[in-house]
């Protein structure tokens, strides 16, 4: 099995992950108006689109997503770290509408690039993808499964 198919068919069992004690909640479902999901950045990093940690209260599901590549639904990648870094958001996004989430969803993100020539370039287009919010978020420089993709995003979220 590829690791692009064991990554979809892991993101997807992913979503039948609920906090222990908790009722499963409809998927298609983002948080109501009823919610009790409260989200709060301890110690922010201004301008930096995280913060150092982040708590929850008031959750009823939990979403893991595995790591996101920067390839299409047809496996193409693209050449360059831009297109391939927001490619690999689009799909982290993806994987959250499937589950009636959405960027506000996210708690935990680690980020993994092939090469460091890259952070600086991450912490540009990071605001870009993710506007004001603050998940945690962890960088690691590592070598990658497939030598054409710079960067593997993984996440959690919280609803």
């Given at each position: 099995?590829?690791?692009?198919?064991?990554?979809?068919?892991?993101?997807?069992?992913?979503?039948?992950?609920?906090?222990?004690?908790?009722?499963?909640?409809?998927?298609?479902?983002?948080?109501?108006?009823?919610?009790?999901?409260?989200?709060?950045?301890?110690?922010?990093?201004?301008?930096?689109?995280?913060?150092?940690?982040?708590?929850?209260?008031?959750?009823?599901?939990?979403?893991?997503?595995?790591?996101q590549v920067p390839a299409d639904a047809d496996g193409n990648v693209p050449a360059d770290y831009?297109?391939?870094?927001?490619?690999?958001w689009s799909n982290i996004e993806a994987r959250l509408k499937a589950a009636?989430?959405?960027?506000?969803?996210?708690?935990?993100?680690?980020?993994?690039?092939?090469?460091?020539?890259?952070?600086?370039?991450?912490?540009?287009?990071?605001?870009?993808?993710?506007?004001?919010?603050?998940?945690?978020?962890?960088?690691?420089?590592?070598?990658?499964?497939?030598?054409?993709?710079?960067?593997?995003?993984?996440?959690?979220?919280?609803?």
């Open positions: 099995m590829h690791r692009r198919d064991f990554a979809r068919l892991t993101a997807v069992t992913a979503l039948a992950v609920t906090a222990p004690g908790c009722a499963r909640r409809n998927t298609t479902n983002t948080m109501s108006a009823t919610s009790t999901l409260r989200m709060r950045p301890i110690d922010p990093s201004p301008g930096l689109a995280y913060a150092h940690a982040v708590e929850i209260a008031g959750f009823q599901r939990l979403l893991f997503i595995s790591g831009p297109s391939q870094y927001r490619l690999a009636g989430m959405t960027f506000d969803n996210l708690v935990k993100v680690t980020i993994f690039l092939s090469d460091r020539r890259y952070v600086k370039e991450s912490y540009g287009l990071r605001p870009q993808v993710l506007g004001d919010r603050s998940p945690a978020i962890t960088i690691v420089i590592t070598g990658i499964y497939d030598e054409a993709w710079l960067l593997e995003i993984e996440a959690i979220a919280a609803a």
